[in-house]
T-cell receptor, first 115, second 118 residues
Framework: DTGVSQDPRHKITKRGQNVTFRCDPISEHNRLYWYRQTLGQGPEFLTYFQNEAQLEKSRLLSDRFSAERPKGSFSTLEIQRTEQGDSAMYLC?????????????FGPGTRLTVL | AQSVTQLDSQVPVFEEAPVELRCNYSSSVSVYLFWYVQYPNQGLQLLLKYLSGSTLVKGINGFEAEFNKSQTSFHLRKPSVHISDTAEYFCAVSDVANYGGSQGNLIFGKGTKLSVKP
């Protein structure tokens, strides 16, 4: 169990560019979540997958955001035409469906800065 | 779960003093409750969780929390804090699904920054 990993840890981009983040969950976990955390706020839910199926999307996930989990393992989060308001920490978490409480384990996050 | 309120955005305390970080939630269904800690530039680490059973739950690093259903609260306590406890603490809830797991996403409070001074 190596924990949840995210890549890159930091990303600086110019407004209008596209960015993609990757999350590798704990190997046996079948649920994967994406959250966004802005300065001074708690994490806000964006979307989650159960295996490869995207089961829920927050209204925060505008049409510029897309997430995939093609083989039910790693996931990618893409932001198209980035805006300065997209600057935030993007957190990934994973859990094992079926365990009481579905405890979520978080990765270190990807910090996005849009100039 | 509908919302989580952490009543204090910042809590300064001296080393070896006791501390309580307050959390209230609102929900029309049964919930699971969690406290996470976040150190600077790091992800979230689970401190403790309430799933069922005893309302007093103990976690890592000497922290404990008590679930009070009537007051919809889940306050975090530590009898004696250390400098190393300086961090941001987040309370979170998730709705309980029929099969016993969570409904999916966690709803977080805005966090409480604990600052331990020597």
């Amino acid at each position: 169990d190596t924990g949840v990993s995210q890549d890159p840890r930091h990303k600086i981009t110019k407004r209008g560019q596209n960015v993609t983040f990757r999350c590798d969950p704990i190997s046996e976990h079948n649920r994967l979540y994406w959250y966004r955390q802005t300065l001074g706020q708690g994490p806000e839910f964006l979307t989650y997958f159960q295996n490869e199926a995207q089961l829920e999307k927050s209204r925060l996930l505008s049409d510029r955001f897309s997430a995939e989990r093609p083989k039910g393992s790693f996931s990618t989060l893409e932001i198209q035409r980035t805006e300065q308001g997209d600057s935030a920490m993007y957190l990934c978490a994973s859990s094992f469906l079926g365990r009481l409480g579905d405890e979520q384990f978080f990765g270190p996050g990807t910090r996005l800065t849009v100039l | 779960a509908q919302s989580v309120t952490q009543l204090d955005s910042q809590v300064p305390v001296f080393e070896e003093a006791p501390v309580e970080l307050r959390c209230n939630y609102s929900s029309s269904v049964s919930v699971y409750l969690f406290w996470y800690v976040q150190y600077p530039n790091q992800g979230l680490q689970l401190l403790l969780k309430y799933l069922s059973g005893s309302t007093l739950v103990k976690g890592i690093n000497g922290f404990e929390a008590e679930f009070n259903k009537s007051q919809t609260s889940f306050h975090l306590r530590k009898p004696s804090v250390h400098i190393s406890d300086t961090a941001e603490y987040f309370c979170a809830v998730s709705d309980v699904a029929n099969y016993g797991g969570s409904q999916g996403n966690l709803i977080f409070g805005k966090g409480t920054k604990l600052s331990v001074k020597p």
